[in-house]
């Protein structure tokens, strides 16, 4: 899984203090420290080459939650990478136009939303529209890449009876006997979900992003058909508008970043953008990884939480 760096131009750093705090992961006391030290004997770039090759063919997955720089690097330096995975899932973009009926929210001042960043684009596309355009515009990759974009994470959001089960579980064990993981979880979910009612005014609870991407992974396992509609919906041709400037000037900025899509013809291979996923099922899957966790990793219920 790949959560890029910000690109390297100045104007294209963009900070996400506002919505998960200058940490990144804001909200919570109980992260534990990093067990290893960053690798600096390796390029990133090579590295994930290495890494996805030394996989028989057609059966690694690339997950990208971030910025698109490291990723469109990587296929352009390395194209045979493209041919040997299984699938790309990548969590970006915003289509918008009632592409699905999901919540955007609105910024007090601006009309309807599209993006999550600005009125027009979603935050990791935002970052580098070029890198994105790049993959969405690869032959190679658009029949095996599925792009969850904010249509979709907004229709799974973490409402405060989702939260309260995944802090106590389906048995709702007892308040002092929980662990130090559902407490985290809650503690980053809260957060969010303060964030997202202060920026966006969704107060139903804060959408779920980067779990929708790996979820893609598991759908074409038969205990998890219908979970996203990764094989039912439209092959859709994605372009990316790069005309703009990385601002805070909405019109100097116009509309960078956003992602325009339609629906491919018959002579285009088109990319999967889901439209609908069964919520009731993601959040059962989400809880199952949560007693997963907590039985075979080492921050589950040997680590209890106590107030």
């Keep these: 899984m790949v959560r890029d760096h910000f690109h390297s131009d100045p104007e294209r750093r963009t900070r996400t203090d506002r919505i998960i705090g200058a940490s990144g992961l804001d909200g919570t006391t109980l992260l534990p420290p990093p067990t290893n030290s960053p690798r600096a004997d390796v390029n990133a770039i090579v590295a994930a080459r290495t890494a996805l090759l030394s996989q028989p063919n057609s059966t690694a997955w690339l997950i990208a939650t971030g910025a698109l720089t490291n990723v469109a690097l990587l296929f352009a330096t390395f194209p045979e ?4 995975i299984k699938g790309l899932s990548i969590m970006g973009g915003a289509i918008g136009g009632g592409f699905t009926d999901a919540p955007m929210g609105r910024v007090k001042g601006e009309g309807a939303r599209i993006g999550n960043w600005t009125r027009w684009a979603e935050f990791n596309i935002y970052c580098d529209p070029e890198a994105a355009q790049s993959i969405f515009s690869n032959p190679v990759l658009a029949a095996k890449t599925t792009l969850i974009t904010l249509d979709l994470t907004h229709q799974v959001l973490a409402t405060p009876k989702i939260t309260q089960l995944l802090l106590h579980g389906e048995n709702l064990q007892s308040y002092n006997d929980r662990s130090h993981l559902r407490q985290l979880l809650h503690d980053l979910l809260t957060f969010f979900a303060a964030t997202y009612a202060e920026v966006f005014g969704l107060t139903a609870g804060p959408p779920l992003h980067d779990p929708l991407a790996v979820a ?9 058909k219908g979970l996203i509609d990764t094989n039912t919906s439209e092959p859709r041709v994605l372009e990316v ?6 601002t805070d000037s909405e019109e100097l900025r116009g509309q960078v970043g956003r992602t325009v899509a339609r629906r491919a013809t ?19 899957i989400m809880e199952e990884c949560v007693k997963l966790a907590e039985r075979l990793g080492p921050f589950g219920k040997g680590h209890v939480y106590t107030t």
Excluded at 81 to 84: D, R, S, T
Excluded at 241 to 246: A, E, L, N
Excluded at 266 to 284: H, L, M, Q, T, Y
């Design 81 to 84: 990478v493209a041919q040997h």
């Design 266 to 284: 018959a002579r285009e291979d088109g990319i999967r953008v889901p439209r609908s996923v069964d919520v009731e099922k993601f959040w059962s």
């Design 216 to 224: 893609v992974v598991l759908c074409d396992q038969p205990e998890y």
């Design 241 to 246: 508008v790069t005309d703009g400037k990385h």
